[in-house]
Nanobody
Framework: QVQLVESGGGLVQPGGSLRLSCAPSGSIISADVTNWYRQAPGKERELVATITRGGSTTYTDSAKGRFTISRDNAKNTVYLQMNSLKPEDSAVYYC???????????????WGQGTQVTVSF
């Protein structure tokens, strides 16, 4: 069973930066989309950023201009660069990658275990 392995979380001061990484533990065919979600205590999981197979990206309003999602195809890794971090960005961040099933391809929907991001003095 393939798992997504996330890294890069930690404690950072307001205004600081972190880069999260997400890579599958095994070989998988290219995803339709890869997403970064986050969930703060007592809140619902929120979609933060998405990158499609074609490279298109979308962001939640609070992340626009501060976060950048990108992909390194050679390393089969997706990144979330987070700049100008705020205390309200504190949450567990989850990576998710999906591919729809077709006649030729088995679909999948994989999640990572989550990585904690804490923004505080």
């Amino acid at each position: 069973q393939v798992q997504l392995v996330e890294s890069g979380g930690g404690l950072v001061q307001p205004g600081g930066s972190l880069r999260l990484s997400c890579a599958p533990s095994g070989s998988i065919i290219s995803a339709d989309v890869t997403n970064w979600y986050r969930q703060a205590p007592g809140k619902e999981r929120e979609l933060v950023a998405t990158i499609t197979r074609g490279g298109s990206t979308t962001y939640t309003d609070s992340a626009k201009g501060r976060f950048t999602i990108s992909r390194d195809n050679a390393k089969n890794t997706v990144y979330l660069q987070m700049n100008s971090l705020k205390p309200e960005d504190s949450a567990v961040y989850y990576c998710n990658t999906r591919r729809r099933a077709t006649v030729f391809v088995q679909g999948y929907d994989y999640w990572g275990q989550g990585t904690q991001v804490t923004v505080s003095f």
